[in-house]
């Protein structure tokens, strides 16, 4: 069923953690409705928004990642590529700051 993706942890682990965000936004959501606030970002924005925004920040920097890493490999002289738990990490912390400040 899964066969035309390339499950490796990471992936999973990823996928796992946005589903987990979406039931556990849509349990926070009917227990206590959002109202709009401005945050950094320019535009007002609802918790929903924010997710929203933020997985797709999460996203990018997962795909700019696998995109250079070959390259960092090679300017920091490593044996092979990065791991992709950093990109993950990385997003993640994007994530939080986008739903927390944004």
């Known amino acids: 069923m899964f066969d035309w993706m390339a499950w490796t ?3 999973a ?8 965000m979406l039931v556990g936004m849509t349990v926070w959501e009917i227990k ?11 535009i007002e924005t609802t918790r929903g928004d924010r997710l929203f925004i933020g997985l797709l920040a999460a996203a990018y920097v997962n795909l700019v990642f696998v ?7 090679s300017w920091f002289g490593l044996d ?3 791991s992709i738990w950093i990109s993950f ?6 994530l939080a700051w986008i739903m927390r400040k944004g």
Request: proline share 11%; net charge positive.
């Open 67 to 73: 995109g250079i890493s070959g390259k960092l490999a």
């Open 32 to 42: 206590s409705p959002t109202t709009a606030r401005r945050g950094f970002l320019p």
């Open 89 to 94: 990490l990385v997003s993640m912390v994007l």
């Open 9 to 11: 942890l990471p992936v």
């Open 13 to 20: 682990v990823f996928f796992t953690a946005i589903v987990l």
């Open 80 to 82: 092979g590529d990065p």
